[in-house]
């Protein structure tokens, strides 16, 4: 069994946003932190997700999109915890704040060949930077709201997939 922690990105999700309608759906998982909103401040967001990969012995799997991939990333650079796996959904480039190492846990990166903050190049190297497994979502833009993704079934599939 895996504690499941949700880690959001910059802005507050959209209610229909395939994150919280995985967090009404399972009330076990958890949020890493609550989605905030802006601005996104890279050391609170970390120290945030720190602090709820430490509040149970029991492993977790990472749910992360956009700029919570690079919270995720981050953390898993400076900490070490009970963390089983990471679905790590469309991470942006930031400048000067992506870690580039492997992660010390098995991972799952969702890349779009559509999406408007990233290439699919740039989500390649993040694979390849990071140890993971890159799974092509196609034309999928940011795998938000805004592209459609209010239910995300595959991304569920994911999830079960990293245990």
Do not use: N
């Amino acid at each position: 069994m895996a504690r499941h922690l949700l880690v959001p990105g910059r802005g507050r999700p959209h209610p229909e946003h395939w994150m919280v309608r995985w967090a009404d759906a399972h009330p076990d998982y958890q949020w890493a932190p609550h989605p905030p909103g802006p601005p996104f401040v890279l050391e609170d967001r970390v120290a945030a997700l720190h602090a709820a990969v430490m509040a149970d012995d029991e492993p977790a799997v990472l749910i992360a999109h956009s700029a919570g991939c690079i919270a995720t990333v981050t953390w898993a650079g400076r900490h070490a915890g009970p963390v089983r796996a990471a679905l790590l959904v469309t991470p942006p480039p930031i400048d000067g704040l992506v870690p580039r190492a492997k992660l010390p846990f098995r991972s799952t990166l969702v890349a779009s060949r559509t999406d408007p903050y990233s290439t699919f190049a740039q989500f390649e190297r993040y694979a390849a930077d990071w140890g993971a497994e890159l799974v092509d979502a196609g034309d999928a833009g940011h795998l938000d709201t805004a592209s459609g993704y209010g239910p995300w079934p595959d991304g569920e599939r994911l999830v079960a997939a990293l245990g």
